[in-house]
């Protein structure tokens, strides 16, 4: 149940980042953060390991032990993945009301602050799409609809503190959940482990009417450049661009996101007006 206080409580903007010895999610954590600032002004609090070594002024760093995984990518390389504990954002989290957030996803609006004026106890971005069409949303064999942990929204009520514990559960007893929930996949991931946790606290269903009321835009193509105007993104991709309206985006292009482009275009968004 929502508190009747949710206004005059705090709030801001939780980001995990662990390095790998191939991505400086901290660095890309850096440059993300100052759009967040730019755009939603709010306070962020970096969820981070003792090695990192942050640039961005953020309200709190907190660091944490964590672990991975490894998965293969589209060239068959065995790669690391930090992304446990998300379940923590709950208990770690400042704020009372908090936007969670991935470091690849890009805010360049102030959309997300409409979610606040809506009764919730946590939201979920049900829904992604590419500029090709809608992406998959099942996520194993007995059709259990998918979620994306990428953005989640929530307040500090029961109903929240009971959802992020049965994503700690899910964490820590995967091989069970994975098997029961017939996952395609075998490497734990958050939006597994959120979509599983969510299906579980509504009764077995999706209830759309919790979710975040629009699609996330992805980019999964390998980005060689992007250009925003007024109105438009324009993403590069083999001198093709991609033009959408101008919106949050998330990448999935990790060496996009540490380029000396990347860096440019946060700066020009950033820029003193």
């Not at 994503?167 to 996952?183: A, F, M, P, T």
């Amino acid at each position: 149940m929502q508190n009747s206080n949710d206004s005059e409580k705090s709030r801001g903007v939780v980001v995990f980042a662990f390095n790998t010895g191939t991505v400086d999610y901290v660095r890309i954590a850096d440059l993300t953060s100052r759009l967040i600032d730019r755009h939603l002004q709010l306070p962020v609090t970096l969820i981070t390991d003792t090695d990192a070594t942050p640039g961005f002024a953020y309200d709190q760093v907190i660091k944490i032990d964590t672990s991975g995984s490894t998965y293969r990518n589209t060239n068959n390389q065995v790669l690391q993945w930090r992304n446990f504990d998300r379940y923590l954002a709950y208990e770690l989290s400042p704020y009372h009301e908090t936007v969670l957030i991935d470091t690849d996803y890009l805010v360049l609006d102030n959309s997300l602050l409409k979610l606040f004026d809506t009764p919730f106890d946590y939201r979920l971005m049900h829904h992604s799409v590419t500029p090709a069409g809608p992406m998959a949303e099942e996520m194993g064999a007995v059709g259990l609809p998918f979620v994306w942990a990428t953005v989640v929204v929530f307040r500090k009520t029961e109903r929240s503190r009971l959802f992020f514990n049965l994503v700690g559960r899910i964490q820590r007893n995967y091989d069970y959940y994975s098997l029961l929930y017939h996952v395609r996949e075998g490497n734990y991931r958050n939006d597994y482990a959120f979509a599983m946790a969510n299906n579980i606290v509504n009764g077995y269903t999706l209830n759309e009417s919790q979710g975040i009321p629009w699609p996330m835009l992805t980019i999964e193509k390998k980005i060689e450049r992007i250009m925003l105007t007024d109105n438009f993104v324009q993403v590069y991709h083999k001198e093709k661009a991609i033009v959408v309206p101008y919106q949050n985006i998330h990448v999935m292009d990790k060496e996009y996101l540490q380029s000396r482009d990347f860096e440019q275009i946060v700066e020009a968004v950033c820029e003193p007006t």
